[in-house]
């Protein structure tokens, strides 16, 4: 039974999940922020933290395994290893900030903007 077990599944098979997932982390990590739906936003906002602690506490080579199975470029790899971790060296949590800028205008869905603070 599934008793207290919630995730945001994005109506999405496990697969399709996982790579929408890694491309929006790729995209938020190379761009500095993205605009999207704010259940794709809270969906990505725990994994970006997970991989600036990763990258941060972690020994290098378990780090770049772990971060390589999320993120889809060796660019936004290098972007979180060379500045991102200096940039949040002193911080331990709270990354990412999501702020609204209202809906979308074909079927009026709520959009954010989630951005590295």
């Known amino acids: ?20 997932v890694g491309n929006l982390a790729t995209s938020l990590i190379l761009h500095g922020k993205i605009q999207t739906t704010k259940a ?41 290893f060379d500045k991102l971790v200096k940039k949040y060296q002193d911080r331990a949590t709270g990354f990412t900030k999501i702020s609204e800028i209202g809906f979308r205008a074909g079927d009026a869905a709520p959009l954010v903007q989630i951005e590295l603070m």
């Open 40 to 80: 794709r936003a809270k969906a990505i906002q725990p994994v970006i933290d997970k991989l600036i602690i990763t990258a941060k506490t972690k020994d290098k080579r378990i780090a770049i395994q772990a971060v390589g199975k999320i993120l889809q470029t060796e660019a936004s790899s290098k972007i979180l």
């Open 1 to 20: 039974m599934r008793h207290q077990v919630k995730k945001n599944r994005l109506s999405r098979p496990r697969g399709q999940r996982r790579l929408l």
